[in-house]
């Protein structure tokens, strides 16, 4: 089985920082694109930003030159360093990563796969 767990979330005054952090584990042959989305109240759930295996970030208007996206493949890890967070920042924070799993001992069919979510709120 894979997993996605997220940390890093939580309550930041405007203008602040934050570092969240993603870790996939379980059976995994092989991950490609990993990102972030998050969800605010009574809104469809957005893209944040994604990384491909060997880089390329792709970012939401939104949060250009705020956002950065970075991944560790060795430890099949996505970070995403909010700076100058601002409360239209706050919503849920979901991990998505597209994987193929091991299966079986049989290399599975290719998948996103979903973190539970992380709260971040930005207020003073």
């Known amino acids: 089985q894979v997993q996605l767990v997220e940390s890093g979330g939580g309550l930041v005054q405007p203008g602040g920082s934050l570092r969240l952090s993603c870790a996939a584990s379980?059976?995994?042959?092989?991950?490609?694109?990993m990102g972030w989305y998050r969800q605010a109240p009574g809104k469809q759930r957005e893209l944040v930003a994604t990384?491909?295996?060997?880089?390329?970030?792709n970012y939401a208007d939104s949060v250009k030159g705020r956002f950065t996206i970075s991944r560790d493949n060795a430890k099949n890890t996505v970070y995403l360093q909010m700076n100058s967070l601002k409360p239209e920042d706050t919503a849920v924070y979901y991990c998505?990563?597209?994987?193929?799993?091991?299966?079986?001992?049989?290399?599975?069919?290719?998948?996103?796969?979903w973190g539970q979510g992380t709260q971040v709120t930005v207020s003073s």
């Open positions: 379980g059976s995994i042959f092989s991950i490609n694109a």
């Open positions: 990384i491909r295996n060997g880089g390329f970030p």
């Open positions: 998505n990563a597209y994987i193929i799993p091991f299966n079986r001992g049989s290399i599975g069919s290719p998948r996103d796969y």
